[in-house]
């Protein structure tokens, strides 16, 4: 079964930074690409980024774009999240979640609280 | 990358059917039959109820249907259950490999 297991989250200071993991299994995580999806408190959820099955190519919504990246090591079945520059306006519960086989999600973590707090 | 426009809430009692409705633009939901929904008890992961506008994963009982029409799609719970009870999310592909979801709807099982 698909398993997704997030790490890294915490409290950070604005301005600060910090990296987010997500374990793999259950899949041949290689073979899909993979989102980070964020929900804030009392909020929906947000769209944060997308990477293809072999880190080709890269895409991020405009709320996160340039300050934080998404990469992958297939050879660990490992996605991460690098964040920088963080706002308190980031403050939210961070998910790792599988593409499908068509343009939707179809597994997903149970996410990794970051909080941007001084 | 507007967000999508879902009610707050919703409710409705056991066996009955209810709607939750999602609409979005010409650029994301009217534009392509690429709508998603997922349930969300708090705490734990979100599952995938519905894609591709009307799609059923295996496992999800045929009480949950999708529909589309122009920027509006819609989820639709009939035979309501107490275990319904949850946060629904729906979510369009938006072209350019990006997506955007709703703001999500507190479905309450009276």
């Known amino acids: 079964q698909v398993q997704l297991v997030e790490s890294g989250g915490g409290v950070v200071q604005p301005g600060g930074s910090l990296r987010l993991s997500c374990a793999a299994s259950?899949?041949?995580?290689?073979?899909?690409?993979m989102h980070w999806v964020r929900q804030a408190p009392g909020k929906g959820l947000e769209w944060v980024a997308f990477?293809?099955?072999?880190?080709?190519?890269?895409y991020d919504a405009d709320s996160v774009k340039g300050r934080f990246t998404i990469s992958r090591d297939n050879s660990k079945n490992t996605l991460y999240l690098q964040m920088n520059s963080l706002r308190a306006e980031d403050t939210a519960v961070y998910y790792c979640?599988?593409?499908?086989?068509?343009?939707?999600?179809?597994?997903w973590g149970q996410g990794a609280l970051v909080t941007v707090s001084s | 990358q507007s967000a999508l426009t879902q009610p707050r809430s919703v409710s409705g009692s056991p066996g009955q059917s209810v709607t939750i409705s999602c609409t979005g633009t010409?650029?994301?939901?009217?534009?392509?039959?690429?709508v998603s929904w997922y349930q969300h008890h708090p705490g734990k992961a979100p599952k995938l109820m519905i894609y591709?506008?009307?799609k059923r994963p295996s496992g999800v009982p045929d009480r949950f249907s999708g529909s589309k029409s122009g920027n509006t799609a819609s989820l639709t719970i009939s035979g309501l259950q107490a275990e319904d009870e949850a946060d629904y999310h729906c979510?369009?592909?938006?072209?350019?490999?990006?997506?955007?979801f709703g703001g999500g709807t507190k479905l309450t099982v009276l």
């Open positions: 010409s650029s994301d939901v009217g534009g392509y039959n690429y």
């Open positions: 990477i293809r099955y072999d880190g080709s190519k890269k």
């Open positions: 591709d506008v009307s």
């Open positions: 979640a599988k593409d499908g086989p068509g343009w939707y999600i179809d597994y």
């Open positions: 979510c369009s592909f938006a072209g350019s490999y990006t997506w955007v």
């Open positions: 259950g899949f041949t995580f290689s073979s899909y690409g």
